[in-house]
Nanobody, 128 residues
Framework: QVQLVESGGGLVQAGGSLRLSCAAS????????MGWFRQAPGKEREFVAA????????YYADSVKGRFTISRDNAKNTLYLQMNSLKAEDTAVYYC?????????????????????WGQGTQVTVSS
């Protein structure tokens, strides 16, 4: 059983930074794709970023490219999302997710339906 536990959310002013963490446990993640998604009130869950666990290929939504950085620490089984230059529209619950099958197609990686495990989410609120 895979467990994903997010942390690091909070309240920050526009222009500020936060770093989210996702502690993963339960199995090895050799071929996994790990992703961050977010969901704002009244909106659908949307893709933010993803990374292949071993190779380290990264993928980003256009809305966060250049501001957010996804990374992982294989030894600690931990996924990170460094968020800089935060905007009010970044306010959402952020979820960590894991996909068992490797893939390189952005259309696959950016679709939340293609992920097998989810964390409980952490709230990020950006005040303007």
């Amino acid at each position: 059983q895979v467990q994903l536990v997010e942390s690091g959310g909070g309240l920050v002013q526009a222009g500020g930074s936060l770093r989210l963490s996702c502690a993963a446990s339960g199995r090895t993640f050799s071929n996994y794709i790990m992703g961050w998604f977010r969901q704002a009130p009244g909106k659908e869950r949307e893709f933010v970023a993803a990374i292949s666990w071993i190779v380290g290929n990264t993928y980003y939504a256009d809305s966060v490219k250049g501001r957010f950085t996804i990374s992982r620490d294989n030894a600690k089984n931990t996924l990170y999302l460094q968020m800089n230059s935060l905007k009010a529209e970044d306010t959402a619950v952020y979820y960590c997710a894991a996909r068992r099958k490797p893939d390189r197609a952005f259309s696959i990686i950016s679709d939340s339906a293609n992920y097998d495990y989810w964390g409980q989410g952490t709230q990020v609120t950006v005040s303007s």
